[in-house]
T-cell receptor, first 112, second 111 residues
């Protein structure tokens, strides 16, 4: 039981490049979400999903796309990377909104 | 989601109880109080949550005032490994997963 797995752990992109941050969970959780954390700040919600095929926007969705084709996977796509997207990205999952959320170890992204 | 207010930092001696306060004066009847912590740059870790009754688990205790406008997280015997940023979050009991993180309290446990 690996929990929530994020890949890659580190990534450097050039401005304008696109990439996908991977998130997978093996707990059969329905709810998954993506957050970003900028230096010295709390986490901000980017996108979330209440189940396969269903996604919605969070607080800071611009510049990111998500899809949820399976229960296990919830990838986050950066369409055209910008320096303002330099951040640490965390993926989380949980059984229901009331239960504890499990977080991955994060992806540290730098856009130059 | 209700806004929470936490002190930016606190210190506690190792072995003592750490009491972390949180104000959530605009909390509504169906909103729960959650606590998470983030150790260094790791992913946040769930600690405890409650609605109106006090709660206790192997990590901590949660004391919610009768009017539910504030709460206190208690780490009964703090260790150096409890040094982290602690987040108090209020959220509805139903609906989509939306954890709204504020600035949290940076707790430093001193030897």
């Amino acid at each position: 039981n690996a929990g929530v797995t994020q890949t890659p752990k580190f990534q450097v992109l050039k401005t304008g490049q696109s990439m996908t941050l991977q998130c997978a969970q093996d707990m059969n959780h329905e709810y998954m979400s993506w957050y970003r954390q900028d230096p010295g700040m709390g986490l901000r919600l980017i996108h979330y999903s209440v189940g396969a095929g269903i996604t919605d926007q969070g607080e800071v969705p611009n510049g990111y796309n998500v899809s949820r084709s399976t229960t296990e996977d919830f990838p986050l796509r950066l369409l055209s990377a910008a320096p303002s997207q330099t951040s640490v990205y965390f993926c989380a999952s949980s059984w229901t909104p009331n239960t504890e959320a499990f977080f991955g170890q994060g992806t540290r992204l730098t856009v130059v | 989601d209700a806004k929470t207010t936490q002190p930016p930092s606190m210190d506690c001696a190792e072995g003592r109880a750490a009491n972390l306060p949180c104000n959530h004066s605009t909390i509504s009847g169906n909103e729960y109080v959650y606590w998470y912590r983030q150790i260094h740059s790791q992913g946040p870790q769930y600690i405890i949550h409650g609605l109106k009754n006090n709660e206790t688990n192997e990590m901590a205790s949660l004391i919610i005032t009768e009017d539910r406008k504030s709460s206190t997280l208690i780490l009964p015997h703090a260790t150096l490994r409890d040094t982290a940023v602690y987040y108090c979050i209020v959220r509805p009991g139903r609906g989509a997963q939306k954890l709204v993180f504020g600035q949290g309290t940076r707790l430093t446990i001193n030897p």
